[in-house]
Structure formats: structure tokens, C-alpha cells
């Protein structure tokens, strides 16, 4: 018994040393990670200009950072749940994907559009990157009017 002990105390130790040994290159990862994202992408965008900006700036040089800045945003829940975090709710009542109704059109905003729809993960029965897009812009929108209404109900009381 003691025998057996000692064997599963040297496995164990050297499950711990393992863990270790993973736990530095997962951190050294996420540091290369962090790394790769320029400071100077501020999201959500707030206003009409600073969207003018961004697709502005995006180039072929950094699509690829503002990329994966947007797919880290709309992590884990996706676009449907987390559009607010790149674009914000005030703003994307001035906008649609086509610019109908009135809207201002994202697709205009040719740099900023494909790197969006680029960001947008497909699959899991999602559907296309711009369905995606689509909804999450109509339910962004419908939120932000509910949390209004209800807002001026509470005040009115």
C-alpha cells in the first residue's frame, strides 16, 4: 500500500510539473495576443465620424488586426448578442447594412463592412455572415428602443 502511494504521489507530481509547463505557454500566448491588437482601436465606435474614421484606416496592411480585434469583441456569444461591443447603440439607429429606410448604408463603408463580415464566425447552423449581421442589427436596435421605452415609463411614475 505504501508502494502504491508513493507511485501515485510521483505521478502526481509530475501531472503538477505538467500543468505548470502548459499554464506558461498558455500565458505567453495570450501575451502575443494582447500584443498583436493596436492600442489605437477603440471600440464601440460611438459616433458617425469615428465609423468614417475606422474605415478610413483600415488598409490591407492592418485588416487583419482589426479583424481579429472584432472576432475577440464578439466572442463567445457572436455577433446576435454582441454587436454592441463594436458598434454602439446610438449609432447603429442611424445605420443598416443596405442604407434603406433612411439608414446610412455599413456597405458603403466598403474597409469596415468586409472586416466586419470577416470577424462574424459561420457555422453551428448560424447561417451567412450577413444574415448574421442583419439580425443582430435589427435586435440591437430593438433592445436599444425597449430599454428606452421602459426608461420613460419609470420616469413617468
Same mark, same amino acid.
Given at each position: 500500500?505504501?508502494?502504491?502511494?508513493?507511485?501515485?504521489?510521483?505521478? =502526481?507530481?509530475?501531472?503538477?510539473?505538467? &500543468?505548470?509547463?502548459? !499554464?506558461?505557454?498558455?500565458?505567453?500566448?495570450?501575451?502575443?495576443?494582447?500584443?498583436? #491588437? +493596436?492600442?489605437? #482601436?477603440?471600440? +464601440?465606435?460611438?459616433?458617425?465620424?469615428?465609423?468614417?474614421?475606422?474605415?478610413?484606416? &483600415?488598409?490591407?496592411?492592418?485588416?487583419?488586426? *482589426?479583424?481579429?480585434?472584432? !472576432?475577440? =469583441?464578439?466572442? +463567445?456569444a457572436g455577433v446576435i448578442r454582441n454587436l454592441k461591443f463594436i458598434l454602439s447603440d446610438t /449609432?447603429?439607429?442611424? *445605420?443598416?447594412?443596405?442604407?434603406?429606410?433612411? !439608414?446610412?448604408?455599413? !456597405?458603403? =463603408?466598403?474597409?469596415?463592412?468586409?472586416?466586419?463580415?470577416?470577424?462574424? +464566425?459561420?457555422?453551428?447552423?448560424?447561417?451567412?455572415?450577413?444574415?448574421?449581421?442583419?439580425?443582430? &442589427?435589427? /435586435?440591437?436596435?430593438?433592445?436599444?428602443i425597449k430599454a428606452k421605452c421602459i426608461s420613460q415609463n419609470n420616469h413617468q411614475k
Amino acid at each position: 500500500m505504501q508502494q502504491e502511494n508513493k507511485v501515485l504521489r510521483d505521478q =502526481l507530481q509530475v501531472a503538477i510539473v505538467a &500543468i505548470a509547463d502548459i !499554464k506558461v505557454v498558455v500565458n505567453q500566448l495570450h501575451r502575443q495576443q494582447v500584443e498583436e #491588437i +493596436p492600442p489605437t #482601436i477603440n471600440f +464601440p465606435v460611438l459616433s458617425a465620424e469615428q465609423l468614417e474614421e475606422l474605415n478610413a484606416k &483600415i488598409d490591407k496592411e492592418n485588416r487583419a488586426l *482589426y479583424v481579429k480585434s472584432m !472576432k475577440s =469583441l464578439l466572442q +463567445p456569444a457572436g455577433v446576435i448578442r454582441n454587436l454592441k461591443f463594436i458598434l454602439s447603440d446610438t /449609432l447603429m439607429q442611424e *445605420y443598416n447594412v443596405d442604407g434603406i429606410h433612411g !439608414k446610412k448604408s455599413l !456597405k458603403g =463603408l466598403d474597409n469596415f463592412y468586409d472586416a466586419l463580415i470577416e470577424s462574424i +464566425p459561420i457555422g453551428n447552423n448560424l447561417g451567412p455572415a450577413e444574415k448574421q449581421l442583419r439580425k443582430a &442589427i435589427q /435586435l440591437q436596435k430593438n433592445r436599444f428602443i425597449k430599454a428606452k421605452c421602459i426608461s420613460q415609463n419609470n420616469h413617468q411614475k
